[in-house]
């Protein structure tokens, strides 16, 4: 079966052509025969009227092929926000409707200069950069006045006689119209033709302007995809900024709107709260807050009615599984650009290993001076001494062997407490260095780690400030429990310095003036303070002493020239 192809009508201008070229036919057969003159006068009537039909026809024709390409721009306009794309297609309509060679479109840059965005040829080629051969005085005068400027033939116009460009260039056809947006020229659409003179009408004239506004319609949109699009940039890498420094804050953060829901909590505040964020957020701050041991709901009515910060809450939750913390609790208006209070902002400060850290200095402190902490520095902790000059002071407590055998382990402690107490106040209110506590005796010495000039007179005065406690103590205690100290004081040098492993340390002093002291503090009576003959000798004219017989020191193959210590003078 043969189909038969079907031809779609040509257009009312083709058609009307058709039927002149009909009439024309007929005029010309009936001028052979004989016809009345007033027929022949009709039939070149209907010629020339179907000749005018058909010029409006063919410029109805024309006007809505130009309607259409003005809908087809406008639908890539809308259709698109890539600016140069659009442009192209605008450029490339522009010429082919216009019959223009060239079509440039100029843009004003930051200096308020003209430069050529986008340029086309009537082959739908961009134009090079040497080929940019137009009238800047067409152009300056569109931008000057704002208006468009057609030109038929610009070599025989009057308005540019004079100028070099249109002479130089040999340009004829030339149609020039204003690019504005919201009323503000940005630019120009320029069209233009060397060859051909009387080109453009007002017809190409109004379609251009068209066209500009198509065009000025896609820059807008462009620039404002752009103007979002940057400022969606900003803000995105403004928040990441914000999110990275509010998840690496080392303090808890905590947001709750004005319903007293949570909005936000940082990763510290997980830690802390041993919660997720997704278990956080939404909450209110009532049902996750009660663990930390305070009134929320009063304190956060407070910050948003009164409009002021509550800080420094200390309190003491119990967070499973860490068990009791230490948090200091700051509470502040949290308000918007406009400052106003949109909730609170909370934030939690884990004190807990600082004041685990304190606990354990102040516990140190009690076991060793506050003046070898302050010399110690734990990044150059380094096994060994350094030899000095020292007076070395024992103190221990008499009888208290056969004390013991007579009392429960918990009196014994408590009273050995008290009296170990006395002695370390006493040798510390002469900034004297305690080593360490022997059971019932105790170990100090002085001029070390701090020189003290004065060194074997603080001891002696640390000894019998002792003597002096120890009587006041024995005041107040009962009779079974009154003890006394027996002090040994000596002068001479030693090894200074951390002894032991890396592991367990110990800041000691280590030499025979240690060991010396030592022996002369175990012949020392209760209540007595003994002085070796090397130390009397420094601080012979500042205090009172009692010749006593010489001390065999175990260890010692002479005996020791000792005297007891009465007074200051």
Known sequence: MTQTATLAPPP??????????????????????????ETMGKLTLLTQMLSHLKDQAVRQEAERNNLRALAGIGQVVNSSLQLDEVLRIVMDTIVRLTGAERGFLMLRDGRGELVTHIARNWEQETVEANEFAISRSVIGRVVAEGQPMLTTNA????????????????????????LKVKGELIGVIYADNRIRAGLFSSAERNLLAAFADQAAVAIENARLFESVRRTLAEVTELKNLMDDVFASIASGVITSDLQDRITLANHAAENILGCSQAELVGQRVDGVLPPLGFDSADYLATVRLANRQVLGLEIHPTVPPRGILTLNLNLSPLKD????????????????????????????????????????????????????????LFADIRGFTSFSEKIDPETLVTVLNRYLAAAAEAILAEQGTIDKFLGDAVMAWFNAPIPQPDHTLRAVRAALGLRAAIQRLQSQMLPEFRLSFGVGIHFGEAVLGLVGTEKRLEYTAIGDSVNTAKRIQENSAGGQILLSAAAYTLIH?????????????????QPLEVYEVIGMK
Do not use: W
Request: proline fraction near 6%; aromatic fraction near 2%; charge should be negative.
């Open 541 to 557: 004219d500042q205090i009172e002493v009692r010749p006593v017989a010489p001390v065999h020191a175990k260890g010692k193959s």
């Open 337 to 392: 650009a406009e400052q106003t209070t949109r909730g609170v902002a909370m934030v939690l400060e884990d004190l807990t290993e600082q004041r685990r850290l304190e606990a354990q200095r102040r516990l140190f402190e009690r076991m060793v001076s506050p003046a070898v902490i302050e010399q110690l520095d734990p990044d150059e902790l380094q096994l060994g001494g350094k030899r000095l000059e020292i007076t070395a």
């Open 155 to 178: 070599q025989e116009d009057p308005r540019f006689g004079d100028k070099a460009s249109i002479i130089a260039y040999n340009l004829r056809s030339i149609l020039c119209v204003p």
């Open 12 to 37: 009312l201008g083709g058609q009307i052509q058709q039927l002149i070229e009909l009439n024309e036919t007929i005029r010309l057969s009936l001028q052979k025969i004989a016809i009345a003159p």
